[in-house]
C-alpha cells in the first residue's frame, strides 16, 4: 500500500512550480511582442509564424508525450523536459534572429509538452488514490499562477533590463527547479523508472481511441475552444498595447485580468454544475447549462473588438475567458468519460489536434492585424464556439450526452 510522506508533498510543491514556471517562460514572448517586433522588423504575421513554432512542437510531443513518460520514468524525463524548455527560453535572450527565435519556440514547446505527463506520472506513482486529487490540484493551479504571475515579472524585468532579461531570468529558475528535482526525487527514484511498453501495446490503444465516435466529436471542442484560448494567451497582451494604446506596464497589467478570469472559470463551472444536481436536474443536463452559459460569455469577444471603450473591451475579455476556462472544464470531464482505460492518451491526442489547428491559425491572425482586421478574428472567435457546443449537445448519444 502507498503511504503519503512529508517529502512527497514536498515534491507536490514542485511540481506546482514546474507549472508555474511552464507557464511563466511561454508567456514571455506574447508580452514583449512589441519590443521583438520592432528589433527584429517582424510583421504580426511573422509573429504569427514564431508563436505557431512552440504550437507544432507541443502538438508533437504532447501526442507521444504519455508513451514516452511511460517508457523512461518521470525521475529522468522530467528534469530533461524542463532543462530543455528553461534552456531554450533562456537562449532567446541572446537570439540574433527571427529563425533564431522560431528555431527557440520550437524547443520551448517540445520541453513544455511533457509537463502534465510527467506530474501526472509521478502522482500516479507516489500517492495512493484518495490523495491523487489534491496532489493534482495543486499542481495544476501553476498554470494559473504563472499566467498571473508572469505579466509581473516580465514588465518589472523589461522595464528595467530589457526584453532580453526577461526571458534570461525566467530560464535561469527552471535550472533552479532541476537541482531541487535531482535531490528530492533521490530517495524515490526506484519508483519514478521507466517501464517496458510495446508498439503493438500502442497501436492496440490507438484503435481503440479513434473507433470512437465520440472521441471526434470532442474533437471539434480541442480545435475550436483550445484555439480562443491559445489566442486569449498569445495575442490579447499585444492588442492592448498596439490596439487599444494602452502603454507596456498597462496593457501587460491589465491582461492579468484576463487571466483572472480564466481562473474563475475553472472554479465557478464546477460549483455550479455542482448546484444544479443539487437541485434535481441530471448530471448531463447541468453540463448542458454550463456549456451554453460558457458559450454566451465566450460571445462577448466579438464585442471586444468593436466596442470604443478601451475597458470595457478588458470586461468583454475577462467574461471570454471565464467561458473558454468553463467550457474546457466541461469538456475535460467528457473526456475522462470517454476511455477510462486510456485517458491520457485521449487527451493527449485530442490536445495535440487542438494544438495543430492553432499552430496553423496564427499566421493568420497575425495577417488579419496587420491589415487592421482584428475585428474579424474576434467575430470569429466568438461565434465557432457555438458550433462546438452544438455538436456535442446533438452528436453525442444520450447515455453520453455532456
Known amino acids: 500500500m502507498i503511504k503519503t510522506s512529508r517529502r512527497t508533498w514536498w515534491l507536490c510543491g514542485l511540481l506546482f512550480l514546474a507549472t508555474v514556471l511552464n507557464y511563466l517562460d511561454r508567456q514571455v514572448l506574447a508580452l514583449t511582442a512589441e519590443n521583438i517586433m520592432a528589433e ?17 512542437a507541443y502538438a508533437v510531443f504532447q501526442l507521444a508525450g504519455g508513451w514516452l513518460v511511460d517508457l523512461l520514468g518521470p525521475r529522468a524525463l522530467y528534469p530533461g523536459a524542463v532543462g530543455l524548455w528553461s534552456a531554450a527560453g533562456m537562449l532567446t535572450g541572446f537570439a540574433g534572429t527571427a529563425g533564431a527565435l522560431w528555431s527557440l519556440r520550437f524547443a520551448l514547446g517540445a520541453g513544455e509538452a511533457f509537463n502534465w505527463p510527467c506530474a501526472l506520472k509521478v502522482t500516479q506513482r507516489l500517492l495512493p488514490p484518495k490523495d491523487r486529487a489534491l496532489a493534482n490540484g495543486i499542481f495544476n493551479s501553476g498554470a494559473a499562477a504563472g499566467a498571473m504571475i508572469a505579466p509581473i515579472v516580465v514588465t518589472l524585468v523589461t522595464l528595467s533590463f530589457g526584453w532580453r532579461a526577461a526571458f534570461v531570468v525566467t530560464g535561469v529558475l527552471g ?20 517501464a517496458t511498453t510495446t508498439s503493438g501495446a500502442l497501436v492496440h490503444t490507438l484503435r481503440a481511441i479513434l473507433s470512437k465516435r465520440a472521441f471526434w466529436l470532442l474533437a471539434v471542442s480541442a480545435v475550436i475552444v483550445n484555439s480562443v484560448n491559445y489566442f486569449l494567451a498569445d ?18 497589467t491589465l491582461s492579468i485580468l484576463v487571466y483572472t478570469g ?22 448531463a443536463v447541468a453540463r448542458q447549462w454550463a456549456l ?12 471586444a473588438g468593436v466596442v470604443s471603450s478601451s475597458y470595457v473591451a478588458v470586461v468583454c475579455l475577462m467574461l471570454t475567458a471565464l467561458g473558454v476556462a468553463g467550457f474546457l472544464v466541461i469538456y475535460l470531464t467528457l473526456v475522462q468519460d470517454l476511455d477510462t482505460a486510456h485517458v491520457g492518451a485521449s487527451a493527449g491526442l485530442l490536445g495535440g489536434m487542438g494544438n495543430l489547428a492553432y499552430g496553423f491559425l496564427s499566421p493568420h491572425i497575425g495577417r488579419l492585424s496587420d491589415l487592421h482586421h482584428t475585428s474579424i478574428t474576434f467575430g470569429v472567435a466568438g461565434v465557432l464556439p457555438w458550433l462546438a457546443f452544438l455538436v456535442l449537445f446533438f452528436g453525442l448519444e444520450r447515455h453520453e450526452a455532456p
Open 40 to 56: 527584429f522588423d517582424i510583421s504580426k504575421e511573422g509573429l504569427g509564424e514564431i508563436i505557431a513554432a512552440f504550437r507544432y
Open 292 to 303: 451554453f452559459l460558457s458559450c454566451v460569455c465566450m460571445s462577448f469577444v466579438a464585442l
Open 235 to 252: 495575442w490579447i497582451p499585444l492588442y492592448l498595447k498596439t490596439e487599444r494604446g494602452f502603454s507596456f506596464a498597462i496593457g501587460n
Open 175 to 194: 535550472g533552479i527547479w532541476v537541482l531541487g528535482w535531482v535531490w528530492l526525487t533521490r530517495p524515490v527514484a526506484g519508483q519514478l523508472g521507466g
Open 262 to 283: 480564466l481562473e474563475a472559470g475553472n472554479i465557478l463551472v464546477g460549483v455550479f454544475v455542482k448546484k444544479l444536481v443539487e437541485r434535481g436536474l441530471s448530471l
